[in-house]
């Protein structure tokens, strides 16, 4: 899940990589939002790159690449669609993930008015997919890091609120705030299904002619948590400006199509702030 938003990859492309495909040439993949950098390659081979430095203040960008990997062999496991991972590893100084590129044009590129709704409709039936998955079956979590930032500010810990940031905001802040939206809709069930942890319009491809599902990526952040974790993402994507092209309508068309137009707004709101904004 994003962190911070930078315009420069912390890394280039590894040059183990490049000494062994060169015959291939990397083209960066412009404003990504975990912050590793990423790279689609060019020549004899149809792959994507990911990459991140190894050691030091952003090694969680490498713990998510591994993250990523395992949750996008499960995925495929299970007859969805997730990249195909064709390596991970690391020469210690950067840490690497490759997977096979997926057809498709994502949900945020640019479809023809006339198709924008059924491009609305197609996204919520990826959601319901992934969240037709088997809960018991899933051996991810995704609500333990915000579980642990809230237990250790109780215990009187100094939280590291490692799931999301808002920019200037203190962790204490943050955790004040979350609170507040929590309790704010009194104690409700979580209402759990395998969330995709960051399912915005980029990460949802298509098959431009059919709009059947082709892709699903960037599942590092997959795991078991409230459904309105990906409502609240979803939603907020498809109204971000970026999007327009798909509707003023769009997030409401979404949230009918999925069949809870209505969500509960106090938990869409929790989940947007452990995100960072867009
Ligand atoms: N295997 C793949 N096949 C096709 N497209 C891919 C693949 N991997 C990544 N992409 C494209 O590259 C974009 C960036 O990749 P990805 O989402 O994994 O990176 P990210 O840095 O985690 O992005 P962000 O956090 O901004 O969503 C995706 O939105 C998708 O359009
Ligand atoms: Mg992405």
Redesign the pocket.
Known sequence: ??ITRSAQPPVDVPAPIRRRHPALTWEP?P????????W?ARGPA???L?AAPATGPRAELAA?LAA?AARASWLRGLGVPA??VVELDSDGVVSWLI??????R?V??PWPEHRAAAVVDAFADAALLLHALPVRECPFDHRLPIAVALTERSAGGLADLSVGAVPGWSPSRLLDELDRVRTSSGPVEPDLVVCHG?L?C??V?LDPETLDLV?I????ALGVDDRHQDLALATRSLADPRNRHLGPGAPDRFLRRYGIPEPDPHRLSFFRLLDEPV
Request: proline content about 8%; charged content about 25%; glycine content about 18%.
């Open positions: 899940m994003p993949v404003i990504t939002g975990s912050g590793a950098g990423v689609r149809e792959l994507y990911k998510g990523e990249a195909e997977s096979r590129e997926l057809p498709g994502s945020a590129e960051d915005c980029p990460n491809l892709g990526v960037d599942v590092g």
